[in-house]
């Protein structure tokens, strides 16, 4: 494409050729770049397998809990104030089935204004939330199941129990907390 719109490749550090010798360096390079690549990749992997073996989470921020930096024990989750309160309170109540549903979960962290004022629906929220409901994280606890990292003690304070963390697993391998529920059942409508 660049030859047929007359276009001449020039780099500071490398000459390009079409000569067969120029087609082979470059071949050669390109393999050199992606080994680079691959134990790059590698090299990180080995690094945060380590870290969460330790029992730190070792990917982006959780919601309800900041990063600080520790000159010891380097980046470190504590539990905010939303996640103290808000997320806290959600959790705990999904627990004892003071919310019965997922989409109640959704909207009581929705009219909390859990995610700062979001132009979405609650509706919008339910993987998300689902996410946080079997997230052990919340529990202080670390699992990473597709490198191979078992439950384990996390190196950061959770902000529910394991026993409540339980309770919510339990209940969401139930059904009635999939099922819809009508929000329009009324006694004019007392067949529904």
């Known amino acids: 494409a660049f030859k047929a719109r007359g276009v001449i490749l020039r780099c500071p550090h490398y000459n390009f050729d079409d000569s067969p010798e120029g087609m082979f360096v470059d071949t050669v390079l390109a393999a050199g770049n992606e080994l680079d690549r ?16 330790m029992g730190y989470w070792a990917f982006a921020g959780k919601r309800g809990y900041d990063i600080i930096k520790d000159t010891v024990r380097g980046k470190v989750h504590v539990a905010n104030v939303e996640g103290k309160t808000i997320l806290k309170e959600a959790l705990e109540s999904f627990a004892s089935a003071k919310l019965q549903r997922k989409i109640d979960v959704a909207r009581f962290l929705y009219e909390r204004d859990f995610w700062k004022k979001s132009k979405r629906t609650p509706e919008h929220f339910i993987d998300e939330v689902t996410s946080i409901l079997r997230d052990v994280f919340h529990a202080g606890y670390i699992e990473y ?34 099922a819809r529920v009508r929000i329009d059942v009324s006694p004019e409508f007392s067949l529904r």
């Open 38 to 53: 691959h134990q790059n990749r590698r090299q990180v992997v080995q690094k945060m397998k380590a870290r969460l073996d």
């Open 145 to 178: 199941s597709p490198w191979g990292v078992v439950r384990r003690k996390g190196q950061h304070a959770g902000i529910i129990s394991l026993e409540t963390f339980e309770i919510i697993e339990r209940r969401l391998q139930k059904e009635e907390t999939k």
